[in-house]
């Protein structure tokens, strides 16, 4: 079988300077998988590797500019005796606050000859697609999507001719300090750890970055410091915008994420280096750090659910609840700054979406070296539907490919491939040039934004608190409509999301809205009469009226199919309070109506409601790519909140009164969805 692969990946490398030769000729994108070229990277990446073996060096020390000491595992590529090669080779850095011990043991999970293969298959094979839980198969191909590698190491890279640097970040693992979570002081220590693996004896000074999540996030901070050695990255579900991403995003603080990640860091960051103990080499100056900071930040969490008064908050919590603050700073990328190479891989459903394609647009980079692929995924299962006939390649096969190219100088065509491949909600994967940019810049392709105003006149099509319609054209209804807070979100796309997908497996929540629906005010659309697209961004403005100092509004997007399934294609939050716009990071569609009304989500712009008075909110929505086939309709569902995935801090909800909070219909002060629409719905 090896020496079948390997026979392919020679004959197909036969077509690579065809294909160069093609696509400079005719600049169109490479189908999803990839063409000719896509199959060369799978079989590049599956065939016998250079080297036979692999040697790893435990527990490096690796001192920062503040002395504090990371310990990171190095991965090198050995003989047949396993001895490490004596040429220097590009090096790829992972830094995770997860403890590299994870990576290790799902490392070498993977690596056990014959069982691991087979348990991958196995994963690939499992298929309750069309049962009511087809969720599952979303989680188990992941195993088989090569996300295990991007996680941890894929030992194929390292075969082929690359070291691999797996860092914990200070305070967790096995490294000494206090866990700074992705601020200024630990982003230095990126930097410094790139510069290290660059001048070792082993690396020829040549720098890529992988991971998921939190390394990927680390990933795109790197970037935007330019540090020299770094060539190339690839960032697996990253985000940029922190607050407004994940932790309280339109100020509805992450309540389901949050907990359970800070949980699990701070875990794992106790685990102690037992072989250090049984050999008498403790590190003790570990010990004292992890003593003076056992659970880093989870007192902070504590205090905003128990602390009744904003002014009363912990001042870190204000910190980070507070535009312009240090952590604020910190957490807010630029990646206008970036100029390395950057594949981005997200999906629809993740914490990270409205991040994933901004990073993309923003980085000054022609298309090719940059790259953007979503996937109809959540957070946790980003490699759930690659690798076979017309489904883009593994993420394993991807990030090899992407690595050739930009630290070996090997002309494969990735800089050739989508550059956008995107998985439309509703139909199947595409190439583009262009997605959530100004339409001057995307050309013809760029859908229209245009509104479709909310109507109390019903549709007919829901089971909700009211059954109201979306409308081309504005209409004189004066309706109050009233939604009250409730537990419906617990079945949700919204829960499964803040869940990172493990909810994904009850498809009768995370796929279908229609229980989350009956404590939701509903707006439904005519059937489109013709396949319709809805690709970029999208923005809500209701005309809202509290009967408290505050409101919680969460609003989704909704494809209804005929048979009545209300699939989520896109939801954003908004407390009442934190409506102030800043406009300098917004954009307008041509009619001047918000397309990305970016709120400062910062307490020192916090504006209470007046009880009975009105009060306009516009509300951001992720970008996404959809197709609305014909009888299917649009949908917006408007909520007032979404425990579990968003709870306001104690002193908003008690702002709130968990009172009903209400849609006032106005001619004069209309309702709608700015939507981006390409072709003829007939609406």
């Known amino acids: ?26 600049p169109t994108s490479i189908d999803p998988d990839g063409g000719i070229a896509g199959a060369a990277w799978a079989a590049t990446h599956d065939s016998a590797q250079q080297y036979p073996n692999i040697h790893i060096s435990w527990d490096v020390p690796i001192t920062m500019s503040d002395g504090t000491v990371l310990k990171g595992n190095v991965y090198r590529p050995a003989d047949s005796s396993g001895r490490p090669i004596d040429d220097p ?55 088989g999507g090569g996300e295990l590698r991007n996680f941890t190491v894929d030992r194929q890279l390292i075969r082929s001719g690359y070291s691999q640097v797996v860092v914990d970040v200070r305070g967790t693992g096995f490294s000494q300090g206090v866990w700074d979570m992705l601020r200024q002081r630990e982003q230095r220590d990126t930097v410094e750890v790139i510069d290290w693996a660059s001048r070792q004896p082993w690396s020829n000074g040549r720098i890529g970055m992988n991971g998921i999540s939190y390394s990927g996030i680390n990933q795109v901070q790197a970037a935007e410091k330019r540090p020299p050695a770094l ?12 607050v407004n991403d994940v932790l309280a995003p339109g100020g509805g603080f992450g309540f389901t994420f949050i907990p359970l990640w800070l949980t699990a860091v701070n875990g794992l960051k106790l685990i102690p280096d037992l072989a250090s103990v049984v050999n008498g080499r403790f590190d003790t100056t570990w010990l004292a750090d992890r003593a003076r900071d056992p659970l880093t930040f989870m007192d902070v969490l504590s205090n905003v659910y128990t602390t009744a008064r904003i002014e009363d908050l912990d001042p870190r919590a204000k910190e980070m609840l507070t535009a312009g603050s240090p952590p604020r700073q910190g957490w807010l990328g630029d990646p206008g700054r970036i100029r390395t190479p950057t ?19 923003e980085i000054p980079l022609p298309p090719g070296q940059k790259q953007l692929l979503m996937g109809n995924t959540y957070h946790v299962n980003s490699g759930n539907e690659y690798g076979k006939p017309g489904l883009p390649p593994r993420l394993d096969v991807l990030q090899r490919a992407w690595f050739d190219r930009w630290l070996k100088d090997i002309d494969n065509g990735i800089d050739r491939y989508g550059p956008i491949t995107l998985r439309q909600q509703g139909g199947g994967w595409i190439t583009t040039d262009s997605f959530a940019a100004p339409a001057d810049e995307a050309g013809l392709r760029a859908a229209v934004h245009r509104r ?24 004189d209804d004066t309706e109050w409509l009233t939604v009250a807070p409730g537990l419906t979100g617990l079945c949700s796309n919204d829960a499964a999301q803040g869940a990172v997908g493990v909810l994904s497996v009850i498809d009768g929540c995370a796929k279908d809205s229609r229980i989350q629906e009956l404590n939701g005010l509903t707006f439904t659309s005519a059937p489109v009469v013709e396949p319709t697209i809805l690709s970029g961004r999208i923005a809500v403005r209701l005309n809202t009226v509290q009967d408290a100092a505050d409101g919680y509004w969460v609003v989704t997007v909704n494809d209804v199919a005929p048979d009545g399934r209300s699939g989520v294609l896109s939801s954003g939050q908004l407390m009442a309070s934190l409506r102030a716009i800043d406009d300098a ?30 009060t306009t909110l516009d509300i951001a929505l992720p970008a996404t790519e959809a197709i609305l086939q014909p009888g299917h309709r649009l949908r917006v569902d408007v909520y007032a909140g979404n425990f579990p995935k968003g709870l306001p801090i104690l002193p908003m909800l008690i702002d709130t009164g968990l009172r009903p909070q209400h849609v006032q219909l106005d001619l004069d002060r209309p309702s709608f969805v700015n939507v981006p629409v390409r ?5």
């Not at 390997?6 to 000729?25: E, K």
């Not at 041509?590 to 009975?612: H, I, K, M």
């Not at 072709?679 to 609406?683: A, D, I, Q």
Request: charged share 15%.
């Open 343 to 361: 594949f981005v891989t997200g999906g629809w459903h993740d914490l990270f979406t409205y991040s994933e394609s901004k990073i993309y647009q």
């Open 452 to 475: 479709m105003y909310l109507s109390a006149a019903p549709s007919g099509t829901a089971h909700s608190l009211h059954d109201g319609s979306l409308t081309a054209e504005a209409t």
């Open 231 to 242: 060539h190339a990255i690839f960032p697996v579900v990253p985000g940029s915008d922190l």
């Open 1 to 26: 079988m090896k020496h079948a692969l390997r026979a392919t990946a020679v004959a197909v490398a036969v077509f690579v300077p065809f294909l160069a030769g093609a696509a400079a000729a005719a």
């Open 585 to 614: 990071n917004s954009s307008k569609s041509a009619n001047g109506d918000y397309t990305d009304p970016r709120p400062f989500t910062s307490l020192d712009r916090r504006q209470p409601t007046v009880p009975g008075e009105a």
């Open 679 to 683: 072709g003829n719905p007939g609406w």
């Open 89 to 143: 080779t590009p090096t790829v850095v992972n830094l995770t606050p997860y403890t590299k011990l994870v990576s290790n043991l799902a490392d070498h999970a993977q690596s056990i000859p014959g069982l691991s293969d087979a348990l991958i298959e196995l994963f690939r094979q499992i298929d309750m697609s069309g049962t009511p839980l087809s969720g599952v198969t979303d989680l188990t191909k992941a195993f």
